[in-house]
């Protein structure tokens, strides 16, 4: 009998930073509740499920396990839990925190790597819309070559998320958008623009300058 007892931290729901009616009218508040209060709760819950097996594993009371399974099924859920933890932060009310253009680094970033606001709205926006089924579109920074790189994900798949040096992300679940825009989700798409928090965006793009 080994005596090897883990301590494995678990993850936890951080509080939404705004009320749920703060998106609206772009993102609806019964989107708000259900999206924090279901879906990402549902993903951490799912990622300390993972981890309790986990520990279950290290100490030898589950012998028959498939380690594939258990992996995935942790990457999975830690994934959307992070991936949900960003998505909150970088969305802010139409009007003050949310929407309008970017300015600091990332507006010169941007300026120079796109040619402009507008460019790099049309071709971010033509990503967005590539991506089927669930998952997100994400903007991330290359800290190495000193460029914006964009890339879409499958569900919540994605080597190295929890360095990844993310600037904007959406999450395009159908969870997040088909009770206020059912199956136009290319309006969701133009309609995050006006809910996207540059300030964040460029916080989060310093952190790795
Ligand atoms: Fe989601």
Not at 40 to 62: P, S, T
Not at 91 to 116: A, E, R
Not at 185 to 200: E, K, M, S
């Amino acid at each position: 009998m080994s005596t090897f007892k883990p301590e494995l931290k678990k993850y936890e729901l951080p509080p939404l930073p705004y009320n749920y009616d703060a998106l609206e009218p772009y993102i609806s508040k019964d989107i708000m509740d259900l999206h924090y209060n279901v879906h990402h709760k549902g993903y951490v819950n799912g990622a300390n499920a993972a981890i309790d097996k986990i520990e279950k594993i290290f100490k030898g009371e589950v012998k028959d396990h498939d380690w594939a399974g258990v992996v995935r099924n942790f990457v999975f859920n830690s994934n959307g839990a992070r991936l949900h933890n960003v998505f909150w932060q970088n969305l802010g009310s139409p009007g003050s925190k949310g929407g309008g253009k970017p300015g600091g680094k990332l507006g010169d970033l941007i300026d120079k790597q796109f040619g402009g606001f507008d460019k790099f709205k049309q071709v971010y926006t033509d990503v967005m819309r590539s991506l089927t089924g669930s998952g997100w579109t994400i903007m991330y920074y290359e800290k190495d070559l000193g460029r914006l790189v964009f890339t879409t994900v499958e569900n919540h798949f994605i080597n190295h998320i929890v360095d990844l040096p993310i600037v904007i992300l959406l999450d395009q679940w159908e969870h997040a958008y088909y009770l206020q825009y059912k199956t136009n989700r290319n309006a969701y798409i133009d309609a995050w623009w006006n809910v996207v928090n540059w300030d964040d965006a460029e916080k989060r793009l310093q952190k790795h300058l």
